[in-house]
């Protein structure tokens, strides 16, 4: 098992099944558990990024619509909350007094030159500043992490923007199980606790994505191969665990990215 002090620089992703209930409403004892740990680990001098899924969850507490929603409805619903997620945020990040800063982003401005620049430069002014950046995609006018990846592929593009060293991906799921069944039926015995090469075997494994995330694990090996590339070691667990970040040291329940 790996430790996380072994780590700089930190992007921590979070899904929208973790963060929010069918009904819209945040999942208070699990953000404040995981904003306990962002606390921790500022303590300890890491440099810290949070891609925060969520929004369009969360706009259903208000807004009203149906199970299946259109492409132009999750986005009404993500432009309504977005303010919810942030407020949720800045409410548990103000026990331990750590101000936040609001970046929309798409996957491609993390790819073209101008945009990224400026992606890079304003995360550099939040972490000089002591200001901890809360990344989204700006689903109210972009759609590729609405149709597919639930921040997981954004997640990964902003770990290599930003030279991350590590990708903590928070889900539902304990990590990549070796079927659908087995995650299912929370087979541990068949949990894949390391990942040192993407291969078919790997990639059959990946389930499908969950009601509310639209990822699932299809989205998290495609992140990981990205991290792969990039020198950035992954790792997924579940976020509704107790202490899900400082109890990575001491947990088996997580499977790492770890490019050999």
């Known amino acids: 098992m790996r430790n996380v002090n072994s780590y700089k620089r930190i992007v921590i992703?979070?899904?929208s099944a973790v963060l929010a209930g069918a009904n819209g409403k945040v999942n208070n004892n699990i953000l404040a558990s995981i904003s306990e740990d962002i606390a921790w680990l500022?303590?300890?001098?890491k440099e810290i990024l949070i891609v925060s899924s969520g929004a369009i969850a969360l706009g259903r507490k208000k807004i009203k619509l149906s199970e299946n929603l259109s492409l132009p409805e999750s986005q009404a619903l993500a432009a309504h909350g977005q303010i919810e997620l942030m407020s949720a945020w800045k409410k548990h990040l103000n026990k331990f007094s750590i101000p936040i800063g609001q970046i929309l982003l798409t996957p491609r401005d993390t790819e073209l030159k101008i945009s990224s620049k400026n992606a890079t430069q304003t995360v550099s002014k939040l972490l000089e500043s002591g200001c901890l950046p809360i990344i989204n995609e700006n689903d109210s006018t972009a759609t590729d992490e609405i149709r597919f990846g639930d921040n997981d592929l954004l997640a990964a593009k902003v770990a290599k923007l930003i030279g991350a060293d590590l990708l903590i991906v928070l889900s539902t799921v304990d990590g990549l199980f070796g079927s659908e069944e087995d995650v299912k039926t929370?087979?541990?015995?068949?949990?894949i606790r390391e990942v040192n090469k993407i291969t078919p075997q790997i990639k059959k494994m990946a389930g499908h994505a969950s009601q509310m995330g639209k990822g699932g694990m299809i989205s998290k090996i495609?992140?990981?191969?990205i991290c792969f590339k990039n020198k950035c070691v992954?790792?997924?667990?579940?976020g509704k665990n107790k202490?899900?970040?400082r109890g990575l040291a001491k947990r088996a329940k997580a499977t790492w990215f770890v490019k050999k």
């Open 13 to 15: 992703k979070i899904g």
């Open 42 to 45: 500022l303590k300890n001098n």
């Open 186 to 191: 929370r087979r541990i015995s068949s949990l």
């Open 222 to 225: 495609d992140a990981a191969e």
């Open 234 to 238: 992954m790792v997924i667990t579940s």
């Open 243 to 245: 202490k899900p970040i």
